[in-house]
């Protein structure tokens, strides 16, 4: 067996000639997206034409801006339903094509669980839509008492991090297990276990916050935002310590021009911070270069296992966010990540899972292949 443990799918358009797919990595307009992306020729040009109005000014939000954020946040929603049958049979083939890029990780177990055999496995795992459901209120984005025995099972067998948008307050008062590692605000602010583990020393605490000179000014945007979205229904902002979330799951697509609009009349007063967006989420952060994929790093040094080819990083969730972590397994050629989704997305995982539900039962299946092959390592 070779170190490699990462299958790497060929980046082809799943629509054929109705698509175009291109690189974004380096355009400002598309910087919240995976590094390749498919688009219908007419969106392409719509966005090429936006790109090219913003094309002098990288933080501007002008018109041309607005306009393509708020297309972006209605192509974020899965539960916009298709108006045609054959638009639908379209789908339907898009989707296979595209499981057969990004297989189910339940039907390829086998095989990655050959791939990390006598290697450590690391886990990390994403909450809302990974562990959680997505839900209409973000404050009752519960996690299930079946998924906390199961993620707890999976801390007490390997090293294992949820790294979330979220605050670690919030994550942790819906987790409530004090065995893993949290990596909140997109991992700008990482805590390690509380109690005595096999992978690190107790009451460890805070780890890392890169970000913590902007708490101030993200305390300060927060209270702007609340005030110019009050008068937008459905419309919730989330303090999340060192970046906050603009919730638009609840508003009226008609009205998410105007939401886009009151968040960049904010952040034109603070080039310091950042817009990226989420599933129905815009996300404000700090300009620093850190992300998901850099927290990933971080906890895998901080393991220990920065150097190790003995190590197999795994990495699932549902986000944009998380293509950052990712893209970051893919580029190393170690470990693989695991894309929670229903609908077919341009993706740096490697496979696929369809929702909470098969998170949980691969992360049971997980458990108990560990305990069946431990005598074995």
């Known amino acids: 067996m070779t170190n490699q443990t990462v299958i790497v799918s060929d980046r082809k358009p799943i629509l054929g000639s109705k698509t175009i797919t291109v690189s974004v ?18 969106k392409f040009l719509e966005l090429l034409e936006a790109a090219d109005k913003n094309n002098n000014n990288k933080n501007n939000l002008g018109a041309g801006k607005i306009a393509s954020w708020v297309d972006s946040m209605r192509d974020s929603s899965p539960t916009r339903l298709r108006s045609s049958s054959h638009d639908s049979d379209s789908d339907n083939e898009d989707k296979a094509s595209w499981v057969g890029r990004f297989p189910s990780a339940l039907n390829m177990f086998d095989e990655i669980m050959n791939a990390a055999k ?51 307050d919030k994550v942790r008062a819906f987790v409530k297990l004090n065995e893993i590692y949290y990596a909140g605000s997109h991992g700008m602010d990482i805590e390690g276990p509380t109690n005595e583990s096999s992978y690190g020393e107790s009451n460890q605490g805070v780890l890392f916050q890169p970000a913590r000179e902007f708490i101030p000014m993200i305390e300060k945007v927060v209270k ?10 459905g419309a919730m902002v989330e303090n999340n310590k060192f970046c906050l979330s603009v919730h638009f799951r609840r508003v009226d697509e008609k009205r998410w021009a105007a939401l886009a609009e009151q968040v960049k009349s904010v952040l034109v007063d603070y080039p310091k911070l950042k817009l990226t967006q989420g599933r129905k989420v815009l996300e404000i952060r700090p300009t620093i270069k850190w992300d998901k994929g850099q927290a990933l790093n971080f906890l895998l040094r901080s393991l220990g296992f920065e150097s190790s080819e003995n190590v197999v990083p795994v990495y699932i969730g549902d986000d944009r966010t998380d293509e950052d972590a990712f893209k970051v397994l893919r ?22 899972l369809q929702d909470p539900s098969q998170v949980n039962e691969f992360l049971k299946r997980l ?3 560990k305990r069946n092959t431990a005598g074995e390592e």
Not at 224 to 233: A, G, V
Request: proline share 9%; glycine share 6%.
């Open 224 to 233: 702007i935002l609340e005030e110019k979205t009050k008068c937008i229904p």
């Open 367 to 369: 458990v108990e292949w």
């Open 118 to 168: 006598g290697k450590q496995i690391v886990m990390f795992l994403d909450y809302d839509g990974t562990l959680s459901p997505i839900v209409e209120d973000p404050d009752k984005a519960y996690i299930t008492h079946e998924m906390r025995e199961v993620v707890k099972g999976v801390a007490l067998n390997f090293p294992t991090a949820i790294v979330t948008g979220r605050s670690i």
């Open 331 to 352: 580029e190393k050629g170690q470990g693989f990540g695991i894309l929670v989704s229903k609908v077919p997305k341009e993706t740096n995982a490697s496979y696929s």
């Open 25 to 42: 990595s380096n355009s400002p307009l598309f910087s919240s997206l995976p590094t390749y992306f498919t688009f219908p020729p007419r």
